[in-house]
């Protein structure tokens, strides 16, 4: 069974930036892709991105092109968020999510449904 931990979040001014984690344990991190997700207070969970098994196929949500990006170490078992130029709409818990893919080139999907392992999340404030 994969396990995953996030880390990172924190308390953050408008502007700034964070590097969220997602370690993966019990099962070797290559076999999966990987997604991001985030929810806020009385919202749905959101997918923000995502990334494939070989690392170069990547998906943004359109409300963080250009400001987020991921990565992925299979070595190192972690899956990293990069989050520029954060705004108070980018609060909430951030949650990472695996599924298992047979192929390394298969797209990844930023949908909640299409993802069966996931972590405990993270907190992310943006307040000045």
């Known amino acids: 069974q994969l396990q995953l931990v996030e880390s990172g979040g924190g308390l953050v001014q408008p502007g700034g930036s964070l590097r969220l984690s997602c370690l993966a344990s019990?099962?070797?991190?290559?076999?999966?892709?990987v997604g991001w997700f985030r929810q806020a207070p009385g919202k749905e969970r959101e997918g923000v991105s995502c990334?494939?098994?070989?690392?170069?196929?990547?998906s943004y949500a359109d409300s963080v092109k250009g400001r987020f990006t991921v990565s992925r170490d299979n070595d190192e078992r972690t899956v990293y968020l990069q989050i520029d130029s954060l705004n108070p709409e980018d609060a909430g818990v951030y949650y990472c999510a695996a599924v298992r893919r047979i192929l390394l080139r298969s797209q990844c999907e930023l949908a909640t449904r299409a993802y069966d392992n996931w972590g405990q999340g993270t907190q992310v404030t943006v307040s000045s």
């Open positions: 990334i494939n098994r070989s690392g170069f196929g990547t």
């Open positions: 019990g099962q070797k991190l290559d076999l999966y892709a």
